[in-house]
């Protein structure tokens, strides 16, 4: 079966940096574009960023973008979000999440999700 395993989270002080991993398992990751999701303390989710299934197209909300990497590793089945200048407003559980196809049509319509991991971003 799908496992979207996330790891990586924790307690970092504003302006420092995280990555996030998330280990894939029961499907053909390279087949399939990935995405990570983020639902801060009170609040809905927020779409954060999507890469196609070869690596080569990528996409950010405007709230990251410029601070956040997606990248993903085919032949380790893992998808990562490289996180730097962290604020406390990206306080937030990140969810590694699979799209049906190999290409992001729109944000939203993901079919597995993994179980979050929890970032803090506070002094």
């Known amino acids: 079966q799908v496992q979207l395993v996330e790891s990586g989270g924790g307690l970092v002080q504003p302006g420092g940096s995280l990555r996030l991993s998330c280990a894939a398992s029961?499907?053909?990751?390279?087949?399939?574009?990935m995405s990570w999701v983020r639902q801060a303390p009170g609040k809905g989710l927020e779409w954060v960023s999507a890469i196609n299934s070869g690596g080569g197209s990528t996409s950010y909300a405007d709230s990251v973008k410029g601070r956040f990497t997606i990248s993903r590793d085919n032949a380790k089945n893992t998808l990562y979000l490289q996180m730097n200048s962290l604020k406390p407003e990206d306080t937030a559980l990140y969810y590694c999440a699979k799209y049906p196809n190999t290409v992001v049509a729109g944000n939203w319509g993901m079919d597995y999700w993994g179980k979050g991991t929890l970032v803090t971003v506070s002094s």
């Open positions: 029961g499907f053909t990751f390279s087949s399939y574009a």
